[in-house]
Nanobody, 118 residues
């Protein structure tokens, strides 16, 4: 049973910082943790940032220059450093992974709430 477990969310004032972490547990040998998505109330889930196993990042335009994604391949973990947070960053943040040996298979964490107050 594959599980993605996120941590690090919370309440922060605008301009503040948070660091999210995601670890894959269970039968995780073939699971590739990829990155982060978020979903605000009443909106669709959207990509925040992904990173390849080689370390190449991809960011949504709305977070470029403020967020930094990184990963630890040995521990199958991914991190998201969020700086200069804005109220519009308020959302549930989800960790995402896939299985390269099972194309089309996606895994999601339970989500961690990030709330930015103005």
């Amino acid at each position: 049973q594959v599980q993605l477990v996120e941590s690090g969310g919370g309440l922060v004032q605008a301009g503040g910082s948070l660091r999210l972490s995601c670890v894959v547990s269970g039968s995780s040998v073939r699971i590739n943790v990829k990155g982060w998505y978020r979903q605000a109330p009443g909106k669709q889930r959207e990509l925040v940032a992904t990173v390849t196993r080689g370390g190449s990042p991809n960011y949504a335009d709305s977070v470029k220059g403020r967020f930094t994604i990184s990963r630890d391949n040995a521990k199958n973990m991914v991190f998201l450093q969020m700086n200069s947070l804005k109220p519009e960053d308020t959302a549930v943040y989800y960790c995402n992974a896939d299985n390269p040996f099972l194309p089309g298979t996606q895994y999601w964490g339970q989500g961690t709430q990030v709330t930015v107050s103005s």
